[in-house]
């Protein structure tokens, strides 16, 4: 686990370059996550360092005809796909370092609920992500734009860093229905800045 995650810090200084500040939390039953901030080029950007010690296993994955209770999941502790999530956010109008604990919210998902977090899936936290935020979901967007896969030795599958990008209510609403490509398409078409901590929602008529 330390080896993976000195591996996934190298990379993140690699290509965000040194972090200004970090913070841990730890929720009951789970490892420590750890939240670097990295400030540069006008904007803030939140890296979970954690998340990724462990591979992240699908509840309904459990391993057959071992005469296990159906809730029962059967982690294979070396593959499975792993990840570190990533939110980046202009600084200036709004409270946004307290998106700390939501961010580690979510990348404790896997432990604590069994989540297999994804390109295109939806995380909720049931909370505005920071005060005054009109967001309480996230997109995950694809990796490798951002900070590069971290391929590891084999069998262990590479670490993947996953941007979030925060939805209202109405577009999370909106991307269940359509998915979440045809919303990115919404967004890059009407030039919304993802970035911008107190936007407001797309036109989704």
């Not at 841990?24 to 360092?49: H, K, N």
């Not at 490798?144 to 971290?150: A, N, R, S, T, Y």
């Not at 084999?154 to 990008?165: K, N, T």
């Amino acid at each position: 686990m330390s080896d993976v995650l000195a591996l996934v810090e190298a990379r993140l200084r690699t290509a965000l370059g040194e972090p200004d500040a970090r913070a841990a939390v730890t929720f009951l039953g789970t490892d420590r996550i750890e939240v670097l901030r990295f400030v540069g080029d006008g904007v803030v950007r939140y890296a979970t360092l954690g998340m990724s010690a462990h591979p992240m296993t699908d509840p309904s994955g459990a391993a057959p005809g071992l005469g296990a209770p159906p809730s029962v999941v059967f982690a294979d502790p070396v593959a499975g796909p792993r990840a570190e999530l990533l939110i980046t956010l202009r600084p200036g109008r709004a409270d946004i370092d307290k998106v700390l604990r939501p961010l580690a919210v979510l990348a404790a998902s896997p432990q604590v609920e069994g989540v297999v977090v994804a390109p295109g899936a939806s995380l909720d936290t049931g909370e505005p992500l920071w005060p005054g935020a009109g967001f309480t979901s996230v997109l995950v967007a694809a990796s490798g734009g951002l900070v590069e896969d971290l391929e590891l030795d084999a069998p262990l599958d590479p670490v993947r860093f996953l941007p979030l990008l925060p939805m209202t209510p109405n577009e999370a609403a909106w991307k269940r229905v359509h998915g979440a490509e045809a919303l990115q398409e919404r967004w890059l078409a009407q030039g919304t800045d993802l970035r911008d901590p107190l936007r407001g929602g797309a036109d989704l008529t």
